[in-house]
């Protein structure tokens, strides 16, 4: 798996400077652009298309939010295979009274439960947001712990986890 921190010269953090990724990314374009390479032999057409390749991939990447933290988690090893990681226990509690409404939305699409629904689920976001805010604000790669890692694991899972109930909505 690339490293897309690596590759931009970025430190491994669930933030980017967002002005120091566009201008790496915009050099890169101009560095690893194809048809400045096209008189040069097979093996560095080669080897630019994939560094031009890695440079869309990981620009795309670290720019989200959402997949910026996916890739900093796997970057970790803390994501198992897609599937395998599931959210803490307590936080199942908390979204029962979600899990209900939906329920009630199945049998009936009543606008006033639809209207419930999504201001439990923009509650949960929100105070979910809020547990983790001082972490994705104040990372510092050089003094990270695991279990600050482990922090941002389960919020990238209960955020998951809420994009799905939404989309039920």
């Not at 980017?16 to 690893?32: I, M, R």
């Not at 440079?55 to 959402?66: A, S």
């Not at 955020?159 to 909505?169: A, Q, T």
Request: hydrophobic residues 35%.
């Amino acid at each position: 798996m690339a490293n897309y921190f690596e590759f931009f010269g970025l430190p491994l953090s669930p933030n980017v400077d967002q002005g120091a990724l566009k201008q790496t990314f915009y050099g890169n374009s101009k560095k690893f652009h194809p048809d400045f390479h096209t008189l040069s032999d097979q093996s560095v057409q080669d080897d630019v298309l994939e560094k031009s390749t890695l440079n869309n991939q990981g620009y795309k990447t670290l720019k989200d939010e959402d997949l910026r933290l996916k890739h900093f988690l796997d970057v970790h090893g803390a994501l198992g295979p897609e599937g395998t990681n599931t959210v803490p226990q307590d936080f199942l509690m908390e979204i029962m009274d979600v899990n209900e409404a939906l329920m009630e939305l199945e049998f009936e699409a009543d606008p006033l439960v639809r209207q419930k629904v999504t201001g439990l689920v923009d509650t949960l976001e929100h105070s979910l947001k809020a547990e983790v805010t001082d972490l994705l604000d104040g990372y510092d790669p050089d003094t990270s712990t695991p279990e600050q890692v482990d922090r941002l694991k389960n919020y990238y899972l209960k955020r998951r986890y809420l994009l799905r109930l939404r989309k039920k909505i």
